[in-house]
């Protein structure tokens, strides 16, 4: 790990369990805006494409 990531690591541990629920809570709050931000431009893009929510279902059905 670089530097700077080892740094980061060592502060996480040194937070006491609510500081660090705090940070998860907030590491969580971030994935789920980038999610929600991808998955509007994905739907964007497939509608400009033409593919419509079942289309979609059913290709995610077939990769499961």
Sequence with gaps: MSRQVDSIV?????LD?????LLELKLQEMADAQWRRES???RTVASQ????QPAIDK???ELR
């Design 17 to 21: 369990e609510t500081d660090r629920r």
């Design 49 to 52: 494409r033409g593919i419509d």
């Design 40 to 42: 509007e431009y994905a």
């Design 59 to 61: 290709a995610v059905e």
């Design 10 to 14: 060592a502060q996480i541990e040194r």
